[in-house]
């Protein structure tokens, strides 16, 4: 299997994907679109991955032995061979766009501007959690000032 043409067209499909989040005009197709045909061929990508290494049906480009998510050398030799690591980058590319698209629809939802919401979905493109925290923190301040909690 060719790990590194999988991790470059996952990588491509993510990076054009959160520039169109980012840059254009939020219609509702192109929202559908990114969820629907984008998340979800990142999941199906995540789930055939995860099935092929699991069942042995594909060379996982490596070692993966001693690998276990309870201690971090168990992860570290899951993530030594090039299948363990493309099947944690996909999950990542995954949730962190899904997460991208909720912060946009919420944002839009409460009339937060484009400019604001740039530097957040930036952030959680290059950190995930650090860009959803300050998206919670920054819609909590909103809602307290405006009484509003929805």
């Known amino acids: 299997m060719n790990w590194d043409a999988i991790f470059g067209a996952a990588n491509l499909l993510a990076l054009i994907s959160w520039a169109a989040l980012i840059l254009l005009p939020r219609w509702p ?22 099935i092929g290494l699991m069942t042995g049906w594909v060379d996982p480009g490596g070692s993966m032995e001693g690998g276990n998510f309870s201690s971090i050398e168990g992860v570290q030799a899951l993530f030594a061979a090039k299948g363990g690591l493309t099947l944690g980058w996909v999950h990542y590319l995954a949730f962190d766009l899904f997460v991208g698209i909720w912060i946009a629809r919420d944002a839009d939802a409460k009339g937060f501007s484009r400019f604001i919401q740039a530097p957040i979905l930036l952030a959680t493109f290059m950190a995930g959690p650090l860009g959803l925290f300050a998206w919670l923190v920054l819609r909590e301040g909103r809602a307290r000032a405006s009484g509003r909690w929805n």
Do not use: C, F, P
């Open 29 to 50: 197709a192109l929202l559908s679109a990114l969820l629907y045909l984008v998340v979800g061929l990142l999941s199906m990508l995540y789930a055939g991955i995860l």
